[in-house]
């Protein structure tokens, strides 16, 4: 199958734009083109999946194993004619600063890619070559298709950049993309804006652009010929329609869309429907519902609108009092806080399910891959599981003396740990600033499902981690008491 790793000298070198324009322009002849994203990215593959009419899955070598990954793969490009995989930050740029693990060159090594390497060539002329060639040269075991070169000035510039590069470096050059701001996906704190706030004549426009320039401007025909040297094959078993044993809200609006499609996939492999609501518009919660995903986003940016939303908070309450399950990953939990101030320091009222306050801050806290392992029995899990996730986020918590932890969190990057995994005993309820990969530990998933399907067939009983406590957390927390921040 025609597949191919696009990859970048450091973040912020337009790989992403270089990717949808390839996949706009192949879907634009035809093809049926299946992206993928290395790293913990949401952002990217909402584009991914916009542009491609496909969803985009993330690979990742840290939090997933090989045959994880490998898994992943075949399994998303079933049907597919092309396979496409974006890297994340530099090439050569992991978990450390020595041995890659975790990074893109890790993944395209694994699954047997050849890479695009994209160049930001802005600012450059005949420096650009030592650059190329300092990359053809740091891993002789690196298959290099070629080089794309972005943010060029014009083709007298392109000229003087080619001329450099062919004179000292082995590596083909596949095209080059122009300055160009109608290509371009405006940023923010997080990365990229989600694909939810495009207006479809925006998304139409842009796709179109992205097109055109690739046509004029990539070989195309060239990037055909690239080929995955993984055998793509699967020996899977024919999927057989599960039985649908719970019905899982998700939450899934402009403020709330951060998501592994693979976390998705495996609860509904588990028995699990799927439901999409959206907290911003709509005024109840879907009818029979067992349980509810609140995943990460912006609820920051729509905190006016989510608090004006007073009957979807009344909502959310009452299911949090029903003791039915309730999951929430970082903007989800968020959601669940008595209050979020937003940067220019107005407090807006959130559902009050978790008695904490939430603050945004001016600067990244807690970034970076993390190993969780449960210190307390929740609703993932027992005692002693553990499992892989990463954390990104600009705001802090603080939780109200009652407030449980069934968390032991450690960061990959500084080595720190600290207690998370937020409960209170009265609610099977848990929330946590870590985005979880489920299939790091698929077990996660299947307690999370059952804990649903019995609280479906009426014998849901909510598990004590802490046990009962006297004052409740949320009287505790309006006195001012025993507040913790995170």
């Excluded at 993330?58 to 890297?87: F, H, K, P, Y």
């Excluded at 704190?189 to 796709?207: A, F, Y």
């Excluded at 020996?235 to 998501?259: E, L």
């Excluded at 107005?346 to 600067?363: A, C, K, N, Q």
């Amino acid at each position: 199958m025609t597949g191919f790793f696009i990859a970048g000298t450091s973040s912020g070198v337009g790989k992403t734009t270089v990717t949808l324009a390839i996949a706009a322009a192949l879907r634009g002849r035809g093809h049926v083109v299946q992206l993928f994203k290395g790293g913990p990215d949401f952002l990217d593959t909402g584009h991914h999946t916009r542009v491609s009419g496909r969803r985009s899955r993330n690979l990742d070598t840290w939090m997933l194993s090989c045959e994880n990954n490998r898994d992943i793969l075949r399994s998303a490009s079933q049907g597919a004619d092309v396979l496409v995989v974006e890297g994340m930050m530099g090439l050569f740029d992991g978990k450390n600063g020595t041995d890659g693990t975790g990074s893109s060159a890790e993944i395209a090594k694994l699954l047997e890619l050849p890479i695009v390497l994209v160049v930001d060539a802005s600012k450059s002329a005949q420096s650009i070559a030592a650059v190329v060639l300092g990359f053809e040269m740091f891993d002789p075991e690196l298959s290099f298709a070629g080089i794309i070169l972005n943010r060029v000035g014009s083709e007298h510039h392109f000229r003087l950049l080619e001329a450099a590069i062919l004179a000292r470096c082995r590596m083909p050059i596949l095209g080059w993309l122009p300055r160009e701001s109608a290509i371009s996906i405006p940023e923010r704190h997080l990365g990229l804006r989600v694909t939810e706030e495009l207006h479809h004549d925006e998304s139409t426009c842009q796709i179109s652009e992205l097109v055109s320039i690739a046509e004029s401007h990539l070989s195309l025909d060239h990037l055909l010929s690239l080929q995955c040297g993984l055998d793509l094959s699967s020996n899977a078993a024919p999927q057989v329609k599960k039985a649908i044993r719970a019905r899982i809200g998700v939450a899934h609006d402009a403020a709330f869309n951060f998501y592994y499609e693979d976390n998705l996939e495996l609860l509904r492999e588990l028995g699990a429907e799927i439901v999409k609501f959206s907290p911003l518009r709509d005024c109840v919660l879907p009818s029979k519902l067992d349980a509810l995903y609140l995943g990460g986003g912006y609820p920051e940016l729509y905190a006016k609108e989510l608090s004006a939303n007073t009957s979807m908070l009344a909502a959310i309450r009452e299911f949090a009092k029903s003791q039915r399950p309730i999951y929430a990953e970082c903007g989800g939990m968020m959601y669940l806080a008595t209050s979020l101030t937003t940067k220019d320091g107005m407090p807006y009222e959130m559902t009050g399910v978790l008695p904490s306050r939430v603050e945004i801050t001016p600067h990244l806290r807690s970034f970076g891959y993390v190993t969780v392992t449960f210190t307390e029995n929740c609703l993932l899990g027992p005692p002693g599981t553990v499992i892989r996730g990463h954390s990104f986020h600009y705001s802090q918590i603080t939780v109200a003396d009652g407030v449980s932890t069934s968390y032991r969190i450690n960061y990959s990057l500084s080595g720190q740990q600290e207690r998370e995994g937020f409960g209170i005993s009265s609610a099977n309820l848990l929330a946590s600033y870590v985005h979880l990969h489920f299939l790091a530990n698929p077990l996660v998933a299947k307690h999370f499902v059952e804990a649903a399907i019995s609280c479906r067939e009426g014998h849901f009983e909510s598990k004590d981690m802490k046990g009962r406590i006297s004052t409740s957390p949320l009287e505790a927390f309006s006195k001012g008491t025993g507040a913790h921040t995170f």
